[in-house]
């Protein structure tokens, strides 16, 4: 079954190369992103891996744990990250899940239909660049997938974040390409007399349908 936004996020044991992971109880009270590669020791996995390490920072600071996967085993995951390190310049610092049986993978609908069940190459899964945002109540608030022949965008899932998590606090939507710090939408939900009590210090209308408003704090 397809996984939609809105949805629990599958629940699932796993092991790791930080021990076994009860995936719900991992996450606590906090946000999660789970993103997954489809086989070790591939290159554009490699630059994703490192470049989410860098990251991991500014992902603590909001509040939200990271966590990788891919479909080899995580003795295959160990002997890959010295290559991480080596060739991006920055060690993994967020655990790695093993999922040589597909367990995950299949759960979070990661697998092409294409797919075949032979043994599994890089090129057998054209399938699993997918990123998973997920709210501390357990649910899928934002996906996003990628050919494997196109790195991802790590970016955008942290400004992707910036912007559900504004929306989680303060009920606002954000326009296109925002950025932390830039206006946001007053979503029609919300009235006009509403929205002169949520916020006295003023917003523009445009059109009945779109009000602007300075960024909540």
């Known amino acids: 079954m ?22 719900h109880d991992w996450i606590g009270d906090k946000w999660a992103i789970l993103f997954s590669h489809p086989k070790d020791f591939t290159p554009v996995c490699t630059t994703e891996l490192g470049y989410m390490a860098k990251l991991k920072p500014e992902f603590d600071k909001r509040n939200t744990k990271i966590i990788g996967l891919s ?25 790695l899940i093993g999922d040589a049986d597909l367990l995950v ?27 998973f945002l997920i709210g501390p109540d357990k649910k899928i608030k934002a996906m996003l997938v990628y ?16 912007s559900l998590q504004l929306n989680a606090k303060h009920t606002v939507a954000t326009p296109v390409n925002w950025k932390p710090g830039e206006d946001v939408i007053i979503p029609t939900s919300v009235s006009d007399e509403e929205a002169k009590k949520k916020y006295p210090q003023g917003f523009k209308t445009l059109k009945p349908y779109l009000r602007v408003v300075a960024q909540p704090k």
């Open 105 to 131: 993978a299949k759960l979070y609908d990661m697998i092409h239909p294409n797919a075949s069940g032979g043994p599994r190459t890089a090129v057998d899964n054209a399938t699993v660049r997918s990123v």
């Open 71 to 95: 479909i080899d085993p995580v003795s295959d995951h160990r002997a890959w990250v010295g290559d991480i390190q080596e060739t991006q310049g920055h060690a993994i610092n967020y655990p």
């Open 147 to 162: 050919p494997m022949s196109a790195g991802r965008n790590f970016d955008e899932v942290l400004r992707l974040l910036d």
């Open 2 to 23: 397809a996984i939609r936004i809105g949805d629990e996020a599958p629940d699932f044991t796993a092991e790791s190369t930080e021990g076994t992971i009860r995936f």
